[in-house]
């Protein structure tokens, strides 16, 4: 028998709360197949039960290598009232990089969906002592649970309650600051990032949520969905991004609210169906990831759907900053104000000292929703923490009226000749041009200057242009010291699951072939040039 959660905050309560008070609304629509608050309750319970008869004691990671399910969500709240944590591993990974994290997450259990079993299989097989493994749902491991993978010696740890500090996701970050770590958030901080979340973005019973980032992101979780299943509404979960579905699905299961990256709208927004798509229901849409650009914001605006802008960040649970519609349509590029019950403040980066009033610094964050810390890894978690405060890497400004606009990751701004420059700043610049997709911009090593910039730039299908031509369209935006010195085109972009630009991965050794071009003379598309 389950023990009952002692803690005030621990999210095992949300499904027997709904199962009482909307027993048959539904709870998850995945892909046409639907699934009640009274159904997810006692799947969830029952599924815990055999858990903890089975040997899995608090702390216990469950592992999945699955796409976005109702099973899934089951299994969610089964670790919820279990005092497991779930360990959502992200199905886009190569072998290799699946089996390092299976490693570090040192799953008692694997739960594998049929479509990824060659992929867990292989990743598996690199593990010296592989844990056990099961597929979700009711024909899997809600039937039956095999024995925990336990470390020589330990017999099954005791049951207890719940409590709020208990650890329930380990959650990847994307990596765009170097190799990914393993972030836990606590029942606490689930609780606290959904109730800051509630204050802003509102949520009643009626609602219909659209959820389509994927599941091994904590965007999956705690940017709606789980503001969802606490107050009763339902959530329609997509496993892809299609933008012709998702028109449709915003029609016909009459969503109210979803939230997406700045590209999940603009492909939206390009679809042929977008213009006469019925997006009457969807009242409201909420922006993660990277600031709207003023023309898709206007598009967006046009078909009458009010946005929320925001910024996050795993570590912080992700919910720290946002830009409600009316704002934002005065503040575009702005990231917004701090989210109730979330503080932040800008230290200089060179001393730690917080400044006062309008200023530019690191971000920092502090709060109840801010994560545990990364899983056996304390050496990192005292590096990300100074004071009680977590440092974000973000370099960000502040205005006179606490207004806040995040500028660039602080390992990406590059010294030249004494200048900082913003890789941000001179990629907006470029996909100014029309000839320009997409752009990326990273500091290199030089003998003069110490850095100087190097572009990655995706040329725009039907535009010509070249290296010569961007660098003069460069010099008339930019100060001197900013324009690119090399400058390649590139037929995309490495990007993380969230679609980030993966700026680590086009370190100084992806810019010597550019170089080298410069140095061959001009006559090739990524010739290279002194700014």
Known sequence: MVVEEDGLHTLGRWTRDRARATPDRVAVDDRGVTLTYRDLHERATALARRFRAAGYGAGARVATVTGNSADQVVLFFACAHAGLVLAPLSWRLAPRELADQLALTDPALVVVEEEFAVLAQTALERLPVPPGRAEPGAGGVERHVPPPALAPGDGPAPARAVRDDDPLLLVFT????????????????????????????????????????PQFHVGGWNIQPLLAWWTGATVVLERTFEPGRVLQLIAGRRVTTMMGVPTNYLMLAEHPGFADADLSSLAHAVVGGAPMPDALLRAWHRRGVALTQGYGLTEAGPNVLCLPDDVARERVGWAGMPYPHVDVALADPATGEQLDGPGTGELLVRG????????????????????????????????DVGCYRVLDRLKDVFITGGENVTPAEVEAVLRQHPGVADAAVVGVPDERWGEVGAAFVVPRAGVLTDAEELTAFCRGQLAHFKVPKYLEMVRDLPRSSLDKVMRSALGPGAAVPARDAAAAGPGRGDTTREA
């Open 368 to 399: 109840p929703g801010v994560f545990a810390g990364y899983f056996r890894d304390a050496d990192a978690t005292a590096q990300v923490f100074a004071g009680g405060w977590l440092r974000t890497g973000d370099l960000a400004e502040r205005d």
């Open 174 to 213: 994307s990596g765009t600051g170097g190799a990914p770590k393993g972030a836990l958030l606590t029942h606490a901080n689930c609780f606290w990032n959904n109730l800051s979340l509630s204050r802003t973005v509102e949520l009643t019973s009626s609602d219909v949520v659209l959820s389509v980032l």
